[in-house]
């Protein structure tokens, strides 16, 4: 990956080429927000995974990683791809299960990955939806403060009740011996 700003034959590329959609990847000049919904995903999907996720070396390269994960796309699933400037056959593959590629996470994250990684850029969704999408309210719900880890009681309360603090963290024991190295030239035998 080159860095944020890219320029090639006079573009400005202002998206690595890991996070750009396709679209952009086949020379859109008239993008959408869609494309910063795909950046997202991919940002996304590197947070799940804790890796980066789509590493293409080329523009070529990285289509080619985006179809080994998802798919070569149909043309029911983007009919105006084939309007693209740069727009290339790839030979069909099938791509993987989001289950697959992301076998982390929850049912509603894979349910998100499928709308934000959309081929067709009408059919993406906004930014918006994907902030009032279920996986941001769903989950588990916030842990019991009641049940959370407590500091260990100080010495004058230790004849409280733990039950009373919650489970206490237990540590290990921080003092640590240290040695003092006499100075140099500084002989006293």
């Known amino acids: 990956m080159s860095g944020l ?3 090639n034959n006079g573009l400005v590329y202002v998206i690595a080429r890991w996070y750009r959609a396709h679209e952009l990847l086949f020379g859109a ?3 959408g927000p869609g494309v910063d919904v795909w ?3 991919c940002i996304f999907a590197e947070r799940l995974l ?3 996720f789509l590493q293409g ?3 070529i390269d990285q289509l080619g990683k985006i179809y080994a994960a998802f798919g070569t796309p149909k043309p029911s699933q983007w009919p105006d791809m084939i309007y693209l400037p740069d727009y290339v056959e790839y030979q069909f593959v099938h791509g993987q299960t989001l289950r697959t590629l992301f076998p982390m996470a929850s049912d509603d994250a894979l349910d998100l990955f499928s709308k934000m990684f959309a081929y067709d850029p009408k059919a993406r969704i906004l930014a918006q939806q994907v902030l009032e999408h279920r996986y941001f309210s ?7 403060p009641a049940l959370l880890p407590r500091p260990p009681p100080k010495k004058d309360s230790m004849d409280s009740k733990p039950s009373e603090f919650g489970p ?4 290990p024991n921080l003092r640590k011996t240290r040695r003092v190295m006499p100075e140099k030239g500084n002989d006293h035998g």
């Open 5 to 7: 700003m890219l320029i």
């Open 29 to 31: 000049k008239q993008y």
């Open 39 to 41: 950046a997202a995903a």
């Open 50 to 52: 804790r890796r980066p």
């Open 57 to 59: 070396a080329s523009d």
């Open 138 to 144: 769903s989950g588990p719900p916030p842990t019991e």
């Open 168 to 171: 206490t963290v237990l540590s």
